[in-house]
């Protein structure tokens, strides 16, 4: 890590300039940069490069990047709720040269067909519409797996896999007792088709990764590998604000970030942009760039002392992620699992890095998650989930087939705080809620671009999402408690349940795959749901805080990512969905960034 005062010689002016140089960013300044060999283009980055770091090629070092002391990683601190136990959770996001997609954990997921077609139906955004963003996902992605299966890339620069090795032994039993247990959830070999044959099937979870066991993130094959001489893209640059001159955007304003370049000056500089501003600051990045520019909701810039551009209040609003709900098991010792990598036990991490140089294959060709499904109740399921799960099932699923409730797997190991864990294997039961009804927020409370920021998660304040969790961790328990891999539960991390309950946490062998489902009672389902409220936490796939959307519904952008009322500005990033999408965010990230490249080609006169 460069503690120096920054090299880089930044010009005063360029045709394109984007604040943020994450996921989405480096693919439209790669694409446009390519298409328009005249156009200067700079990309202004706060967090660190990441150019050939091991850190960010070998995908088992996922789990480095949210150690504490991360320089790679913003973490925001949530204001305490009573919804999760007066905890204030920690939302960590990317910030380095890729964004997430440099950091994050590779598992490889999609959208369904209705997320895309509600953007373009619900919300007014034409051309967002499944059918036009299906294309942008293939374009990026090369589907290793098959690159002929319907839907799927077959020369993009994005390597999606099953990785190097076979699957885990903890991954292959998930999906042999998956549909043992469940008859009505068959095996499949596609769970990504975006469509309700993806939904209720086992399958091998792919990987954004390629076969020669390497991270698939967006700068390398966008930005590093190409070497694109009018594309500029720097790091360790905290874009304070957008430069607004009678309604248009000219430029940003920046400082050298003091975590990347401590010894920097920390003197305000700024760059025009001639042609267009980007934020693309991602969806905890780009709320407070636009606010700190005057453009956000009146009373809020009031109350931080920044004078009112334009009264935006949709800026920062709309906050949404998946709620994460992990239960941890004991897992045979004899299995293999990511948890002595997680301790930082050095002989581990020596063979793992041997075998990786060897002929990269071992844990640090690899992810955690090998297997997984889509989970959505089947009819006769539905009054498993209560009273106050069905307004939200009503509105938000029930006539949208291709939509899970959540996504789970079992995973080996436990990717969580390892100083509080005794020395066992773990194996993690976890539940991502496709579409979580709660709803939070982000703001700035200064003009101060280092000031912590106003953010407030907003998990579980509707109960519908603790019903769907509830009923996420019996399904994950009776699977979790067949594998043949399975010790018992760890009971510090699971509800509390009384002793003389059927459901207590006694059992310390697997039972058999038909043995009776555990039967919980109201006191049962309350702990359950205090132990939801005391453990759910992050998936970090925050989005949707600067919504596509007209603006009396409180819009920032329009369809062709305008910010409502300035011109020369758009938003580019996962702030933009105007509704969730079910499951992990890169895809959407990613698709987002390749439509967003091919509008401003447009505007800039050519068909990308
Ligand atoms: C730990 C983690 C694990 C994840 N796991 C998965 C997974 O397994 N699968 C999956 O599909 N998705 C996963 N995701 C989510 C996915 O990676 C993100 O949703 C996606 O990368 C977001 O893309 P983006 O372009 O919106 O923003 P980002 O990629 O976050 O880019 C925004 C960039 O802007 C920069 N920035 C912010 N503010 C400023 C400023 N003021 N000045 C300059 N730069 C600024 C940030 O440093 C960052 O680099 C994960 C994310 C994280 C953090």
């Not at 949210?66 to 601190?77: D, I, N, R, V």
């Not at 975006?194 to 990987?207: A, D, G, R, T, Y």
Request: charged share 20%; aromatic share 8%.
């Amino acid at each position: 890590m460069s503690t120096l005062a920054p090299p880089h010689q930044i010009h005063t002016e360029y045709d394109l300039v984007f604040a943020g140089g994450g996921t989405a960013a480096c693919i439209i300044a790669s694409r446009l940069a390519v298409a328009f060999p005249d156009l200067s283009i700079l990309v202004l980055e706060r967090g660190p490069t990441t150019e050939s770091k091991m850190e960010h090629i070998q995908p088992g070092q996922f789990l480095t990047h949210l150690a504490p002391e991360s320089k790679t990683m913003q973490f925001y601190t949530s204001t305490p709720s009573e919804h999760v136990a007066g905890r204030s959770v920690v939302v960590p996001t990317g910030r380095c040269i890729g964004g997430g997609s440099s950091v994050n954990f590779m598992v490889y997921n999609r959208p369904s067909t209705s997320d895309f077609d509600a953007w373009e139906k619900e919300f007014g955004n034409a051309g967002w519409s499944a059918n036009d963003m299906i294309p942008m996902l293939q374009k990026a992605e090369t589907y290793e797996i098959d690159p002929n299966k319907p839907t799927h890339g077959s020369d993009g620069p994005l390597k999606v896999s099953f990785g190097r090795d076979e699957m885990l032994d903890i991954g292959r039993q998930y999906l042999e007792i998956g549909p043992k247990l469940d008859k009505n959830r068959p095996r499949s070999d596609e769970g990504n088709g975006l469509n309700e044959e993806s939904i209720n099937v086992f399958f091998q979870c792919p990987k954004w990764s390629s076969t020669d066991g390497c991270r698939s993130d967006v700068a390398h094959p966008y930005i590093y590998n190409k070497n694109l001489e009018n594309l500029s893209v720097f790091d360790g640059c905290l874009v304070d604000r957008i430069v607004i001159k009678d309604g248009v955007a000219t430029g940003l304003e920046y400082f050298f970030d003091t975590r990347v370049y401590e010894s920097a000056p920390q003197d305000i500089r700024s760059v025009k942009a001639l042609k267009l501003v980007v934020v693309s600051a991602g969806a905890m990045g780009s709320p407070p760039i636009l606010e700190r520019s005057g453009l956000g909701k009146k009373e809020i810039l009031e109350k931080a002392g920044i004078s009112v551009v334009n009264d935006l209040s949709g800026v920062g609003a709309n906050y949404q992620d998946h709620a994460f709900y992990i239960s941890p098991y004991i897992a045979d010792p004899d299995s293999i699992t990511f948890d002595l990598l997680f301790r930082g036990d050095p002989e581990t991490w020596r063979i793992a890095r041997e075998k990786w140089e060897m002929d990269r294959s071992g844990l640090l060709s690899t992810n955690i998650v090998d297997s997984c499904i889509k989970m959505r109740p089947l009819p006769h399921e539905l009054d498993e989930l209560g009273p106050e799960f069905m307004d939200y099932w009503n509105e938000v699923l029930a006539n949208k087939p291709d939509r899970p409730l959540f996504w789970h797997t079992i995973s080996p190991g436990l990717p969580a705080d390892q100083s509080a864990l005794p020395p066992l294997k773990f194996m993690s039961s976890a539940s991502i809620l496709g579409y979580p009804a709660s709803r939070g927020h982000i703001h700035v409370v200064s003009k101060d671009p280092y000031a912590v920021p106003d953010f407030h998660a907003g998990y579980l304040s509707n109960p519908a999402d603790v019903s769907a969790l509830r009923w996420a961790y019996k399904k994950g328990r009776e699977l979790t408690r067949r594998m043949p891999a399975f010790r018992g539960a760890f009971a510090p991390a699971h509800p509390q349940f009384a002793a003389d309950s059927p459901a207590a946490l006694t059992e310390t062998r697997p039972v058999p795959v038909d043995a009776p489902n555990i039967v919980y009672s109201a006191e049962d389902d309350k702990a359950i749901d205090a132990n939801i409220r005391q453990m759910v936490q992050t998936t970090w796939h925050s989005l949707g805080t600067c919504a596509m959307k007209p603006l009396p519904q409180g819009g920032v952008v329009d369809s062709k990512l305008n910010v409502h009322g300035v011109q020369n500005l758009k938003v580019a990033d996962l702030s933009i969905p105007p509704s969730n999408v079910n499951s992990n965010t890169y895809s959407t990230a990613v698709a987002i960034g390749e439509k967003a490249a091919m509008i401003i080609a447009e505007e800039l006169g050519c068909t990308l």
